[in-house]
């Protein structure tokens, strides 16, 4: 009986040293699988029999063990050490590891799977797929970029498809305004020839008459029914004002920018086009007593308009029988400066923005200033597109501006419409002063829109967030990759190729961003190695092993006995 009893135990021990093998040997194997994690082996008495039960002490007597013959052992548990990997960086914009707890969900064939493997790529259709075609699952985002929690869906992301752009919403400047210089006092204004409604030049053209009835000195008519008027090379600040035509009649059949038929509107269409503010003081177009048009322009050198004989152009190609003249009859004065910006309206256009700055006063509180903002992307008429007073202290420092927003029409181009933008004097990072200096200078430093651009590449945050970047500098959040995070993760069921399935004893997965609840952190561009530690492998292996040898041992042992038994009874 002792003899078979050896020979069982030893053969239980064979078993547990097998496993013992596997397990250390299937560690050793996977030391370089992306997030391999390691298992460990438990053994526990098989069945242990009981020779003489023992006493306790009584009278003279003391109390006595009892004899036990354990025999064999047998596996109590197989579990793995979900500890976090070395993390290694890649580079990859597409690879992600977890460090804590969790693990990335994906899309088998439509069965919810988990891994700890972050070693993603994208397919074809620009999914963020797993090594073995399964999809990375996550939040998406609505139509704004914004990101939406709830319902997981694969994650997309379209890498040289997906465009974007960004309407201004605001533009800072920056510089200096000069306090010293000379306080605006008058526009410019230029005259037509006088305009008659006789051949004999003796009764002056009013707002109300017909221009293809009208007259010049000499008894010729300018103007014609059908004509296009062509304004080009007009300037205003010493920048030239975009070329823009007129035609002179009920209807606009030459696609021209304006048309008319009277006095009042030709000098409606030059008022618009000009850019000019009409609540300032006496700057507008109008027409005198003598029939000559005057095109008063707002305060400051840098408003002031100049248009010359050349600059009329009536049928462009062909040669007017009576041009019209032109005459300067006023230069405008004051301090004041312009400069340019481009911002872009929602679907990424440029829109080019001419800004002047003039002084309109100057007391014992500060200084004054007034800008203009002109526009020929503008889709209305009139090109002026905001103005605003802005008032500084005697200490040169902003006080305030009484209009912070400009405002262009984009009708009928599919963009947003109106577009409007903030004017800022002055944030954390700088401002316009009003000091005095040799000259005025003011410039668009910054602004928060963007044309088209495309994405280029993205990165993934802590939480999740995948960050996409595109060519025209813009961020947009693209989605989210959450964490299943499970009650017990040594429940789980591995399906192969480390992918997991949730169990009865593993519990539900709980789904959050990295970084909350009981979630660890996501680490972009890097993956997640194996916890295997080849000493403590390698110290496994020949403990099992020698174990091995030794019930081997017993066995050959017993077996040498038994014969020796058998040759004796015969």
Known sequence: MALTNSLNIALTGLKASSIGIDVAGNNIANVNTTAFKKSRATFETHISRTLE?????????????????????????????FATGS???????????????????????????????GNFTLDRDFNLVANDGAKVQGWNVDDDYNIVEGVLEDI???????????????????????????VATQGSITQFNALFTDAAATIPATTGDTLASLFVTGGTQPLTL??????????????????????????????????????QDLMDFMDATFGIDQTQGTAGVRITAGGVIEVESNLGESNGISIG???FVVNAGTTPATPMTFTQAQDADGESTRTSLVAFDSLGNDVTVDFSVTMVNRDSNGTQWRYFANSRDDTDPDTLVGTGLISFNTEGELLGID?????????????DTPLTIGVL???????????????????????DGAGIGTLNDFDISESGVITGIFS???????????????ANNEGLRADGGWLYQATANSGAPVIVAGGTGNAGTIVGRTLELSNVELAEEFVNLITASTGFSANSRVISTSDRLIQELLATLR
């Open 87 to 117: 993390l290694e960086p890649t580079g990859s914009n597409t690879d992600a590891a977890i460090e804590g707890n969790g693990f990335f969900v994906v899309s088998d064939a439509g069965e919810q799977r988990y891994t700890r493997n």
């Open 226 to 263: 059908g004509d296009v008027i062509t304004f080009t090379g007009v300037t205003r600040g010493g920048s030239d004002i975009p070329d823009a035509t007129f035609e002179v009649g009920p209807a606009n059949t030459t696609n021209s920018d304006g048309f008319g038929t009277t006095v």
């Open 156 to 182: 997309n992301l379209p890498i040289g498809v997906l465009s974007v752009a960004e309407p201004t919403t605001e533009v800072k400047f920056a510089g200096n305004l000069n306090a010293g210089g000379d």
């Open 472 to 486: 025209n500098g813009l961020l947009r959040d693209l989605g989210q990759i959450p964490l299943a995070t499970f």
């Open 53 to 81: 039960p023992g006493s306790g002490p009584s009278g003279q007597l003391g109390g006595t063990n009892p004899a036990q013959v354990g025999l064999g052992v047998r596996l109590g548990s197989i579990t793995q050490d």
């Open 403 to 415: 209009n912070t927003d400009i405002s262009l029409d984009r009708v009928n181009t599919g963009a």
């Open 309 to 311: 004989d050349a600059n």
């Open 425 to 447: 004097f002055r944030d954390p990072f700088g401002a316009v002063t009003a000091l005095s200096d040799a000259t005025s200078t003011i410039a668009a430093v910054s602004q």
